[in-house]
């Protein structure tokens, strides 16, 4: 015990809350596989009688091919944890982060959570067409608010994302916005909500400084709310800003899993070797 | 290096040492990730959403024509274009109307509410797999999609009947006391579409090929359901199963109850045997049907 404590003093970037003495798992993930089924050319549009006929004979385009992912990982994440994954392109983070939200079923093995995780990724839409106003309603009460709620958070979301700070913009669609300005309204929403779990794929990545400054504060409050935070990022000073663990996941497996400074150090060596 | 940290998490996780992942979960109630809800938590989690669908749906209405110069009027205009169509067809073309009393307000009845239903299955097709982004960034009860978009058509045609309400003063029929019957006529169809949408929606989340098929289903429908000229007309010249079998489609009985109501010179004789009670029964049936259907496959919508 007291050995952990000094390590985490020592090793944890400007203090993120320790991890409670008392560890409470809200992620188990188990020997989980997933494969994904790719359909080959073809399976898309067609004339109307061709595609009759598939639905009739109940037979799916010839050329499946299966990418398997992700190879057999077992983690577990408890509360108050923040856990970043990192890893190059490709290597299975945001699979992994599908699977834990509920989106990929395991083709083998198993995820256990605790309440519904909220996955945050980085082309996550919410509604283009409409204001940014009515996104930041709409998206309230798709997380189960009421309309009371939704009034008194309101000005909060809105100033949290900062997309008011160069005009009148939350009265414009969303889709007149910038990648980094739909990204820090999405964050605003989501984060607006406290989360049993909450997974961050790059959504943060395309914010500028001042906005990452500010959602790496939130996370840390998330994370004081005894909720587990899940990061992805290929940014590593904003690993080490938030996460106070780190799952290196390579070509679908786990490399490394441990504390940040330890685990981005080795992915650090190691990328600069190739 | 990461050895030592696996000893360090062996040392912490020391109450729950021996156990295997799945008894770790149950002793922290951990359940598996994504799994259905049963159906009354299920039904509690969409009412408590309840607020979410209705600004849902008049969120899209409000953005349905704001790319258009006219804007807002096209609501008014668009049922009125299509009444325009359809009469120019079928009644100064092919003179269907014969032995139809004010054929203009008959057609348009027909056309309004045979678009509602319509509506409810092209847009619960596509319901989910429009929506990926927003199934996929946030957690709600999906049927809350299908829902929010069948009472934003019952909005569009609450517009509708405003035009038609004219368009049956304009032909000189008088209003009665059978206009209060258009309240429950909308309210049952309603629930029969919703049903339908639902319906559609896993149906459409499933086979992308429905979509492109999905047309050539409704015209038929149409031309089954008396849009156009009095099914009655047909049906005496069938035998007797055949006439009950056309009888039975959901889609004509709440026509047929939408010009009863409008329309003074529609006679309670001419509607089919026992419509009402067909009209409550696809209501029934297809709502809960559709519901049900559509909840056995809560956990897989948005996967992909
Ligand atoms: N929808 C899909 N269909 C088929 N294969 C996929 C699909 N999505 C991802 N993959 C494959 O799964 C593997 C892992 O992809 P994943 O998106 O999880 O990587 P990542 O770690 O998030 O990468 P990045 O850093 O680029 O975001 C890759 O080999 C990829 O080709
Ligand atoms: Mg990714």
């Known amino acids: ?274 | 290096m990461s050895t030592v940290f696996e000893q360090r998490a062996a040392d912490v996780a020391d109450p729950d040492a021996g156990l295997s992942p799945a008894e770790l979960a149950a002793k922290y109630g951990l359940t598996i990730s994504g799994r259905r809800p049963s159906l009354a938590e299920y039904t509690r989690q969409v009412w408590q959403r309840r607020f979410f669908i209705g600004a849902y749906a008049t969120a899209k209405l409000m953005v349905q024509y704001s790319s258009s110069k006219l804007g807002q009027v096209w609501q008014v205009l668009t049922p009125l274009l299509n009444a325009a169509v359809y009469y120019l067809i079928f009644d100064l073309l092919l003179h269907v109307s014969k032995g139809i009393p004010d054929y203009i307000p008959y057609l348009c009845t027909g056309v309004f509410v045979f678009q509602f239903t319509q509506a409810a299955v092209l847009s619960g097709t596509r319901s989910i797999s429009d929506n990926l982004g927003l199934i996929r960034a946030l957690h709600f009860p999906r049927a809350s999609l299908p829902i929010a978009f069948t009472v934003n058509q019952l909005q569009q045609l609450i517009v509708s009947m405003g035009v038609l309400g004219v368009i049956v003063l304009v032909s000189g029929l008088p209003v009665t006391m059978n206009w209060l019957l258009m309240i429950p006529v909308l309210l049952l169809q309603s629930t029969f579409n919703a049903g339908l949408a639902m319906f559609m929606a896993r149906i459409g989340a499933k086979t992308s090929d429905m979509a492109q098929l999905m047309p050539f289903i409704i015209r038929t429908w149409m031309y089954l359901s008396g849009v156009f000229w009095a099914v009655n007309s047909v049906t005496a010249k069938l035998p007797h199963w055949a006439g009950t079998l056309i009888e039975a489609n959901p889609a004509l009985i709440y026509i047929e109850l939408m010009r009863y109501s409008l329309m003074d010179s529609v006679p309670a004789s001419s509607l089919p045997h026992h419509v009402w009670i067909m009209a409550a029964a696809w209501a029934v049936i297809g709502g809960f049907g559709g519901y049900v259907f559509f909840w056995k496959a809560e956990e897989e919508y948005g996967r992909g």
């Open chain 1, 1 to 274: 015990m007291d050995d952990q404590e000094m390590m985490d003093s020592v090793l944890e970037p400007e203090g993120p809350p320790p991890p409670p003495t008392e560890k409470i798992p809200t992620v188990i993930v188990d020997n989980m596989h997933i494969v994904y089924k790719v359909y080959g050319a073809g399976a898309g549009k067609g004339s109307a009688t061709s595609a009759l006929s598939r639905i009739v004979r109940r037979k799916s385009s010839p050329a499946l091919t299966e990418v398997h992912a992700v190879k057999g990982i077992s983690f577990t994440a408890y509360k108050g944890e923040a856990v970043g994954l990192i890893g190059s392109n490709g290597s299975g983070k945001s699979t992994t982060l599908a699977a834990i939200a509920g989106l990929l079923p395991p083709a083998q093995g198993a995820v256990y959570t605790d309440g519904q995780p909220a996955l945050l990724g980085v082309n996550a839409a919410l509604m283009n067409d409409l204001t940014g106003e009515r996104n930041v309603v709409l998206g309230c009460l798709a997380m189960g608010m009421t309309y009371a709620e939704v009034r008194e958070k309101y000005q909060d979301i809105v100033d949290f994302s900062g997309i008011n700070d160069k005009g009148d913009f939350i009265s414009l669609p969303m889709r007149t916005y910038s990648s980094g300005m739909g990204a820090r309204l999405r964050f605003a929403i989501s984060a607006a909500r406290s989360h049993d779990v909450l997974m961050i794929d790059e959504a943060l990545s395309t914010g500028d400084m001042a906005f990452r400054k500010r959602s790496e504060e939130r996370i840390r409050e998330l994370r004081k709310e005894a909720g587990t935070v899940f990061l992805v990022s290929h940014s590593n000073s904003t690993i080490r800003e938030t996460c106070n663990r780190t799952i290196w996941l390579e070509h679908g497996l786990i490399r490394a899993d441990g504390p940040t400074e330890d685990v981005v150090k080795e992915y650090e060596d190691w990328t600069n070797k190739k």
